[in-house]
């Protein structure tokens, strides 16, 4: 079982910046993937960006926006957000695909909400 928190959302103005993170413990083998994805109001869930051990890949929405990147011995991933627009306001979800004793599981946090307005 493996537990994610995430921290950092919060309000913006347009323009500005912030810094998502996501904590993962429990028990992981090995970190398959590990992204974050976007849900703003009436709107299905989206990829903003993931990363594996050797590429990253963001949706055209964030590309040259936003950073991906991760931290493999505090088992956490950080998504830098930069020139933030009103457009990009929703809760972000943390999700990692790690490899347990057996098998590969999908987990997600619990969602952080970013907020971008004057």
């Known amino acids: 079982q493996v537990q994610l928190v995430e921290s950092g959302g919060g309000l913006v103005q347009p323009g500005g910046s912030l810094t998502l993170s996501c904590a993962a413990s429990?028990?992981?083998?090995?970190?398959?993937?590990m992204g974050w994805y976007r849900q703003a109001p009436g709107k299905q869930r989206e990829l903003a960006a993931t990363?594996?051990?050797?590429?990253?890949n963001y949706a055209d929405s964030v590309k040259g926006r936003f950073t991906i990147s991760r931290d493999n011995a505090k088992n956490t991933v950080y998504l830098q957000m930069n020139s933030l627009k009103p457009e990009d306001t929703a809760v972000y979800y943390c999700?990692?695909?790690?490899?347990?004793?057996?098998?590969?599981?999908?987990?997600w946090g619990q969602g952080t909400q970013v907020t971008v307005s004057s």
């Open positions: 999700n990692v695909v790690v490899r347990e004793s057996g098998s590969i599981r999908s987990y």
């Open positions: 429990g028990s992981i083998f090995s970190f398959v993937n």
């Open positions: 990363i594996t051990s050797t590429s990253t």
